[in-house]
């Protein structure tokens, strides 16, 4: 069956720090894969997605990039945080007509 | 491009009422559309989905949801509430055209009250 991981479960860091966040995904292939982050009492925003190797797609201009360097991997990160990047992040792949999430990061940047 | 609108960003409901989330979406092709849900710090479970065959849907812990094409709408229902019901709610729609995205609705927080 197929599984997200994603990671860690929660990450503070202060300002101007980088940051990685990863996820995986077992059980299929060539997924379309999803970064959304949820600030606080706030929807689902859609940072980036990834249809395949290489190709990132990004939503929103901001102080954040990803990466897939491999089918099943994705990497959000950033080369210096800022306090308005604090926020729920989760993962997601898409096979079909569902979408699955992994458990997502809390980040508090202070 | 399609979007979704959830009507309501809290609502509220005794133990054992009914139910009622509000969702309208906009597409210009038949619509792919879920309902997710999301408890505190953990991310989100799939209620249902409607993929053009019926057009009432029924999903895990008793929800259903109903495609009404005349009204846009998939509103989320359950007929009698318990107090594990209490989270976050979003409606999702897919947008075909850009790889294939789940676009959210705002979410609506469910709360149950004894």
């Known amino acids: 069956s197929q599984t997200i991981h994603q990671w860690p479960a929660t990450l503070v860091q202060p300002v101007g720090s980088p940051l990685s966040l990863e996820c995986t995904v077992e059980g299929t292939s060539n997924p379309n894969l999803y970064w959304y982050r949820q600030a606080a009492g706030r929807g689902l925003q859609l940072l980036f997605y990834?249809?395949?190797?290489?190709?990132i797609s990004s939503e929103v201009p901001q102080n954040l990039s990803a990466s897939r360097p491999q089918d099943r991997q994705f990497i959000l990160s950033s080369k210096k945080l800022l306090l308005s990047d604090s926020g729920f992040y989760l993962c997601a792949w898409r096979g079909g007509t569902e979408a699955f999430f992994g458990q997502g990061t809390r980040l508090t940047v202070v | 491009a399609q979007s979704v609108t959830q009507l309501g960003s809290h609502v509220s409901v005794s133990e054992g009422a009914l139910v009622l989330l509000r969702c309208n979406y906009s597409s210009s092709v038949p619509p792919y559309l879920f309902w997710y849900v999301q408890y505190p710090n953990q991310g989100l479970q799939l209620l249902l989905k409607?993929?053009?065959?019926?057009?009432l849907v029924k999903g895990i812990n008793g929800f259903e949801a109903e495609f009404k094409k005349s009204e846009t709408s998939f509103h989320l229902t359950k007929p009698s509430a318990h107090m594990s019901d209490a989270a976050e709610y979003f409606c999702?729609?897919?947008?075909?055209?850009?790889?294939?995205?789940?676009?959210f609705g705002q979410g609506t927080e469910l709360s149950v009250k004894p």
């Open positions: 999702a729609v897919i947008e075909y055209n850009q790889g294939g995205k789940l676009i």
């Open positions: 990834s249809v395949g190797i290489g190709q």
């Open positions: 409607y993929t053009s065959a019926a057009t």
